[in-house]
């Protein structure tokens, strides 16, 4: 199912057997993976609520079950994560990948209806060359590319990073840890001498000293 098919479903409270209202927006959590909640209107329209991804049984294709202990809180007591997207950040988000190369952005996400884990994000447009290099796919005509979860690296409302292969940890050394050479090089004075002269004259190489 598409995230964009979330908009406009009733909510079903399964214990009463009624609708208590109808999904307006949704909020996804990209380092997680999955949908963190939805945003919901009552059904005569006067109060928005938040309902947390615990208390949604399932996603049909023409409504949103709640769980047995179901129901919705007010927006203004549930924490609001700055990092989750909405409809409104999801689309058109901009993808980096952590090699500074723009891919393109988004235009939608699929989602398993059980477990409201993100099967992948699809793109609008990109460079197909690097998306084929990144994800091992093309997107077929017609159709837009997919990013796995799994390769994001990083994201914020402004932007989504994902992991390309090209940037190993293995390149990036903290610099408290990394040899003086990768640092910044060494004045002449600053460098140990390859040898000194002792009191008589004689050369000694600094391993001997």
């Known amino acids: 199912m598409r995230l964009k098919e979330l908009r406009g479903l009733p ?10 209202g ?5 909020q996804v959590d990209p380092m997680s993976g999955r949908i963190a909640a939805l945003d919901v209107t009552s059904v005569n329209g006067s109060d928005s609520e938040r309902v ?3 208390r949604i049984r399932r996603v049909g294709s023409s409504a949103v079950i709640l769980t047995a202990r179901g129901g919705s809180m007010p927006r203004e007591l549930i924490d609001i994560n700055e990092r989750w997207l909405d409809a409104s950040t999801t689309i058109g988000l901009e993808v980096m990948g952590d090699d500074g190369v723009r891919i393109g952005r988004l235009v939608d996400a699929s989602f398993d209806q059980d477990s409201l884990e993100i099967d ?3 793109l609008r447009d990109g460079f197909w060359s690097r998306l084929y290099e990144l994800l091992g796919q093309f997107g077929q005509f017609g159709h837009p ?3 796995q979860p799994d390769k994001v690296h990083a994201c914020s409302r402004e932007l989504m990073l994902v992991t390309t292969g090209h940037v190993k940890a293995s390149d990036i050394v903290p610099e408290e840890t990394a040899p003086l050479d ?6 002449n004075e600053d ?5 000194e002269p002792e009191r008589d004259g004689t050369p000694v190489t600094a391993a001997r000293r």
């Open 11 to 20: 909510v079903i409270d399964p214990t009463a057997a009624r609708k208590v």
């Open 52 to 54: 947390l991804a615990q």
């Open 145 to 147: 590319a997919r990013i």
């Open 182 to 187: 990768l640092r910044m090089p060494l004045k």
């Open 191 to 195: 460098r140990l001498p390859d040898y």
């Open 120 to 122: 992948a994000y699809l």
């Open 22 to 26: 109808t999904v307006t927006d949704y």
